[in-house]
């Protein structure tokens, strides 16, 4: 019973563990007219940071000469 409990519990904190691993996003800008990149940036860390980095990068490029895609 003891080996069962704790191999639930080793399963439980490395899933939270693993859940909260930073990840990276690419948000590239292309420009409508030349169909050039005009800039590529990459953002790392947890998807709150990540959500707040690309939404700040769309502000800035999205000005209705580029089109803007993260991934």
Do not use: P, Q
């Not at 996003?25 to 940071?49: F, P, Q, W």
């Amino acid at each position: 019973m003891k080996k069962i409990f704790l191999l639930i519990a080793i399963a439980s904190l490395t899933t939270f563990g693993l859940s909260s691993c930073k990840k990276c996003i690419t948000c590239t800008a292309t420009n409508y007219t030349t169909g050039l990149v005009d800039d590529s940036t990459e953002y790392c860390g947890r998807t709150a940071s990540n959500n707040l980095s690309e939404s700040t990068y769309r502000l800035s490029w999205e000005d209705g000469n580029h089109s803007v895609s993260c991934n």
